[in-house]
């Protein structure tokens, strides 16, 4: 596990899981305990797909504060 800052002060823990010829990365954001998860090649560095993932949790989060 790793931790992550988004784009704002936001904190994520970040978890990468091998899955067979695949990585699934999963973000969560330990306020709230959003959860996020994506499958990412695993050709590309471990900052990118977390990058990734925090900015796919960060849209999730966003998304949801809109709602209320």
């Known amino acids: 596990m790793s931790h992550a800052?988004?784009?704002?002060?936001?904190?994520?823990?970040?978890?990468f899981r091998r899955i067979g010829a695949?990585?699934?990365?999963?973000?969560?954001?330990?306020?709230?305990?959003?959860e996020v998860s994506m499958v990412g090649d695993p050709?590309?560095?471990?900052?990118?797909?977390?990058?990734l993932a925090v900015r796919k949790l960060q849209f999730v989060l966003d998304k949801q504060q809109r709602k209320r």
Do not use: F
């Open 22 to 34: 695949a990585l699934k990365v999963i973000a969560i954001d330990p306020a709230t305990g959003t």
């Open 5 to 15: 800052t988004g784009g704002g002060d936001r904190d994520a823990i970040v978890e």
């Open 43 to 51: 050709h590309l560095s471990q900052q990118e797909l977390m990058r």
